[in-house]
């Protein structure tokens, strides 16, 4: 009679080994998890809006018919337009793009090259400008392609205000986020800005250098005081 009560406590003990074991298990995935996770912070009422503006590309381009005696009148016109245009749009990159394949590749190549230097001699700089090729597939009259991306924010559509003397709540007003975002997508100059930060000019290495000398000669680090930022009248004659 003993033997059997012997293995119901044996059987026992397992059981509540096991149910212990199982309950430490989850109280130490708690525990590990439990502290490194962070509630998101609510959006605000500007930021709930950033998605919600939508930034497209599409080529500002001109199309220059091939002539073997270089760029026509008509032609240095529309690239002189085209360079404003870029500067207006605060563009990246102009590529001309020569069709390749054809009769015509020669006379391609050179009124590519002809108006790059049109390009640069407006003042583009020259890492800005750049000549690639397009499989034209044997079309005669491929024509030579000049442009640039231009980009173009859709500013999204705001309700109505509410009644703005009820600031009872201390709560920002509905409208204000898209206000906010329809505001800055209408008035920045370059919408491709709103996709992300521009890249940062490299650091100028010798006026690091010359304010570094006269630090450690314990000299005045500013540049020198011109005469024209003193505030004084001009004594020029009318």
Known sequence: MTRPQTQLSATALLLKAAAAGLTLTLLSACASTGGTEKAAAPLTGTEVWADRVKVDAHPDEILLALHAEGLSRNQLQALDSLLDRWLDAEGREILINAPMGGADADVAGRMAAAARQRLLGLGAPAGAVRITGYDAGGQPGAPLKVGF????????????????TA??????YENFGCAVAANIAAQVANPEDLLGPRASTPADAGRRDTVFGKYRKGEATASVREDQTNGAVSKAIN
Request: hydrophobic fraction near 25%.
């Open 167 to 172: 600031t009872r709540d201390n709560k920002p």
């Open 149 to 164: 991306l231009r980009y173009h924010a859709e500013i999204p559509k705001c309700g109505s205000w509410e009644n703005i």
